[in-house]
């Protein structure tokens, strides 16, 4: 560990220094070579994992350490008919190579059907895999969720799985801090999805871009650890390495008894640690934003990437008054994709598919918040919802608080666990020129399926939008 004590240090900076193996030496041209970093946990899904693991099997290496690796099927499997058969080639063989490559080098598989099932990055946390002060990586963009436990979590590229999986170890340069502070407190009817979307269009995507994200202030203290994950969820998003959140008594809380949390006399040890990983008083971040919470309203995207959204009280807007021209070309380009009028209102917007869930908003609270405005109304007619609990323990939560029963009355679909129509990988998909609001992290071109047109919302506005049919927030049903 390098002996950093003296100088105050971020949040980041901690986790880091406590996990550098072989600082990096400076060469003969003065340039630093990267440290070298250990990792804590390794998750890993069906995509992104092949080729890595037949790295090892060409190398004649085994894994590192399969008791810190854990793998479950999420993006290609299917929602509906999850005993049968996977009916595309593709999809069949990732899944099935999955279950080969875990069985042979013994790691520790969630296959569709298993309780714990689900969304790896909905997985972890539910297991109490992911804690603070952890280093935590998947071939997985979204990995930067796990940071809202104080972890430092970065998705990586397929041939950094391989030397994860044959070292447990990263060769990594330090990244650049960024400090978003959010102050005051979020209006009702405001949650951290509206937030975090606020923040990607204030910033930019790629705002964030070497750096990663603290977010920090008194409205992030008072969020749950749901609303926490997606937060640093969508950090990605906003081109940041990673976003992280400090812990503090609601990370506890969360963790406590789950089944891989310190138990006993270790749990007191690791909250004393733990409790000591927050950003020092006169640590000094690359770069500071503030946000006044109390200023904001649900917030939607009209275009084709996250940064591109306003509140939902706002009108599509002209590219024509756009002064920067590479933004202004852009924004004509994503509003002739989407099919939609400059001027136009958002909330006249009409909606033909509302999706719920993905690894930003498919947990017990997301669809708590959904069934609270469906208990009562039914979905629009023409209208298709489709609600996908993040993992398969959400489901049997879900369905025990009576959570299922609401959403099927309501005629929405109540569907099994996984990825779904987040992305085109899988049967939810799409058709051209159909419209989504989805509580999903991405609205790229042809995202949810080719042609799609993809509007990222709150839990909260999804299901406002599945009974107006129109794109709409909770207070507009009154």
Not at 411 to 433: F, I, K, T, V, Y
């Amino acid at each position: 560990m390098n002996d950093t004590t003296a100088k105050p240090r971020t949040l980041a900076e901690k986790v880091w220094d406590d996990h550098v193996v072989v600082p990096g030496e400076v060469d003969a041209s003065g340039n630093t070579n990267p440290d070298l970093i250990y990792i804590d946990l390794h998750l890993v899904h069906e995509v992104t994992s092949p080729q890595a693991f037949d790295g090892l099997r060409v190398a004649g290496r085994k894994l590192r350490r399969p008791d810190l690796t854990i793998a479950t099927e999420d993006h290609n499997v299917p929602t509906v008919d999850i005993f049968s058969p996977i009916a595309d080639q593709v999809s069949a063989l990732q899944v099935e190579t999955l279950r080969r490559n875990c069985e042979e080098f013994g790691v520790r598989l969630h296959p569709m059907g298993d309780a714990e099932q689900g969304i790896v990055h909905v997985v972890g946390p539910q297991l109490g895999l992911t804690q603070p002060g952890m280093t935590v990586v998947c071939g997985d963009s979204h990995t930067s969720t796990h940071g809202a436990f104080g972890a430092l979590a970065m998705g990586i590229g397929t041939s950094e799985v391989e030397h994860v999986m044959a070292t447990q170890t990263l060769s990594l340069r330090p990244f650049r801090t960024m400090a978003i502070t959010v102050d005051g407190e979020l209006p009702d009817g405001v949650t951290s999805k509206d937030l975090i979307l606020a923040v990607i269009a204030e910033i930019g995507t790629g705002g964030g871009q070497g750096h990663v994200l603290e977010y920090r202030g008194p409205a992030i203290e008072k969020l749950s650890m749901e609303a926490r994950m997606t937060m640093c969820n969508m950090s990605i998003e906003a081109g940041a390495r990673a976003g992280m959140i400090a812990p503090d008594d609601i990370t506890f809380d969360y963790l406590k008894g789950r089944p891989h949390a310190p138990q006993g006399d270790d749990w007191d040890a690791a909250v004393e640690y733990w409790r000591g990983l927050r950003t020092d008083d006169d640590a000094v971040f690359d770069r500071e934003v503030h946000i006044n919470a109390s200023e904001l309203t649900p917030f939607v995207t009209w275009g084709t990437n996250p940064g591109q959204g306003l509140p939902l009280g706002a009108s599509i807007p002209d590219p024509a008054d756009i002064v920067d021209e590479t933004e202004s070309l852009a924004a004509a380009r994503a509003i002739e994709y989407m099919g939609l009028t400059p001027g136009t209102p958002l909330r006249e917007v009409k909606v033909d598919t509302v999706f719920v869930g993905s690894c930003t908003n498919g947990r017990i609270e997301d669809l708590r918040a959904v069934a609270e405005i469906l208990d009562g109304r039914t979905v629009a007619e023409g209208m298709r919802m489709l609600i996908v609990p993040g993992s398969m323990k959400v489901r049997a939560q879900a369905d025990d608080e009576g959570l299922g029963e609401i959403f099927t009355k309501a005629g929405a679909e109540w569907r099994m666990a996984g990825c779904s129509m987040c992305l085109g990988m899988n049967p939810d998909q799409l058709s051209a020129g159909e419209r989504c609001a989805s509580t999903s992290n991405r609205n790229f071109e042809g995202r949810q399926g080719k042609g799609g047109r993809t509007h990222l919302v709150s839990p909260a506005v999804a299901a406002a939008t599945a009974v107006r049919g129109t794109l709409a927030a909770p207070a507009d049903l009154v």
